[in-house]
């Protein structure tokens, strides 16, 4: 999204709040799509990410006039979304916790269904969302603030510094919550952990290297090799200690 689509955005609401009533539908439409998706990855389960995009909005629709400027638009309903999300998490943990609904695949893979066309295999959707139906299942029992820093910054890719200000918080409060909440997911889920760097086995003695004056035997050059007295003279004393240096 180019800077001309951030001033479209800051006049739509600027629109709204002179009095405009299509001016915030059109600025959430153009926005929803990622507004859902970090609704339903922060909250874990569609009913809530409904529910909490719906209080955000309501929220962004009537204090719409406190909007400073000093931010994009997006971060701004970002902000409020992801505050939406966690106030309802945390209601939601004075409550039993319960399991995701039946219908959650239908949410988690509905980006898998409607860009796999209709040629593509039930079975090769189904493989693709796998991974999403696990990964939100892991993210559920992550503190919020962890959860909310992996799903804005990891899943949704803004930039440390974009989703600091969505989150409300330092950059290193950002890089410390997803830090441990990757070390925590990587727990629950070992297939997300990075594969292991190429590495000699710890048994295998690294090659010594070889004088430059020695041939592979390690002997001096073999007679009848021509000889330039220069070279003696640009070559340093040889030891004379026989001592032979083996390695540790």
């Known amino acids: 999204m180019g800077p001309g689509a951030h001033e479209d955005d800051r006049a739509l609401l600027a629109a709204h709040v002179a009095g ?3 001016a915030f539908g059109t600025l959430f439409g ?3 799509d990622r507004l859902w998706a970090v609704a339903l990855r922060t909250t874990g389960n569609p009913v809530d990410a409904a529910d909490a995009l719906q209080d955000a909005m309501i929220s ?3 204090r ?5 400027g000093d931010a994009r638009v997006t971060t701004w309903l970002h902000r409020i979304v992801v505050n939406a999300c966690l106030d309802r998490i945390r209601r939601s943990r004075v409550r039993a916790v319960q399991a995701l609904p039946d219908d959650m695949d239908e949410y988690a893979a509905r980006g898998d269904v409607l860009a796999a066309g209709a040629d593509a295999e039930p079975a090769a959707v189904a493989e693709r969302s796998d991974p999403r139906r ?3 299942t892991a993210l559920e029992p992550l503190p919020p603030g962890q959860k909310a820093a992996l799903v804005v910054g990891d899943m949704q890719g803004y930039p440390v510094e974009e989703a600091a200000r969505i989150l409300a918080c330092p950059t290193g409060t950002v890089k ?6 990757r070390a925590r ?26 004088d430059r004056g ?4 390690g002997t001096d050059p073999p007679a009848g090799t021509s000889h330039d007295p220069r070279r003696d003279r640009a070559r340093p004393p040889r030891p004379t200690s026989t001592e032979e240096v083996t390695d540790p």
């Open 20 to 22: 405009d009533p299509e």
């Open 30 to 32: 153009r926005h929803r």
């Open 60 to 62: 962004a629709f009537s």
């Open 64 to 68: 719409a006039e406190t909007f400073r």
């Open 134 to 136: 696990r990964l939100l």
């Open 176 to 181: 410390s919550r997803c830090s441990r909440g």
């Open 185 to 210: 997911l990587a727990a629950l889920l070992p297939e997300l952990a990075p594969a292991p760097s190429d590495a000699p086995s710890s048994g295998a003695t690294p090659p010594r290297p070889r």
């Open 214 to 217: 020695a041939t592979a035997s």
